[in-house]
């Protein structure tokens, strides 16, 4: 009689099949808003990833260029996924520069949206990737620039002088976020960058250095 009884008090201090549904239910659910919660945080993060692997591109094609006492190309494509070519253009052996950096995904080249003055005032915006502003004309458009040895960017490989000095600017963002929007800027003359995000104002938007 007491074995009975004692195998009862067993039996009562497990667990149902409804509770432990219920539980399992619950682990879910609070999983399933965690991950949401998660989802901005990681597409910001993408964002930032390809804000940094843009700027440190540039940077070291223009370091190379200096170490190296030669030219390097900077290749911008929209080819999905979109990346960056630095490259030697006189390829030579042992070379360390010469890299392709991809963006991370759902971040692209993107023109920012009307009503955002262009950093440092490089053309009209209407291009994701807007380089080729020199001295002697504002083409723009351009989307290959070249760094020289005296850590200038220019149009040219030859590395021909003042009126070929290479500015422009890139933008970058998630597609329908406008809020994701970064950009990079390039000073021909001086071979510097600059970084940017965009922030909504009253009436439209300003770009803020990072």
Not at 13 to 28: Q, R, Y
Not at 38 to 66: F, G, H, K, M, W
């Amino acid at each position: 009689m007491k074995s009975l009884k004692s195998n009862a008090r067993h039996r009562a201090s497990g667990f149902s099949l409804i509770e432990m549904l219920t539980v399992v239910a619950i682990i879910i659910v609070m999983a399933s808003v965690t991950f949401m919660s998660l989802i901005p945080v990681l597409n910001q993060e993408r964002v930032t990833n390809a804000y940094n692997t843009t700027l440190s591109a540039l940077r070291q094609a223009r370091d190379c260029s200096v170490a190296q006492r030669t030219s390097y190309s900077v290749s911008f494509s929209t080819s999905t996924p979109n990346s960056i070519a630095v490259a030697a253009t006189t390829p030579f052996a042992g070379d360390p520069c010469t890299s392709t950096f991809q963006l991370p995904t759902n971040v692209i080249f993107l023109a920012p949206p009307a009503g955002a003055t262009p950093p440092d005032g490089y053309g009209t915006g209407a291009n994701a990737i807007d380089f080729g502003y020199t001295p002697s004309s504002n083409a723009g458009g351009g989307t290959t620039l070249y760094f020289c040895p005296d850590g200038s960017a220019q149009t040219a490989s030859g590395c021909f002088g003042s009126g070929n000095w290479d500015g422009g600017v890139v933008y970058l963002a998630r597609t329908g976020d406008t809020g994701s929007y970064r950009a990079v800027d390039l000073w021909g003359a001086t071979g510097r960058v600059h970084g940017w995000r965009l922030y909504p104002k009253t009436g439209g938007y300003q770009w803020l250095r990072q």
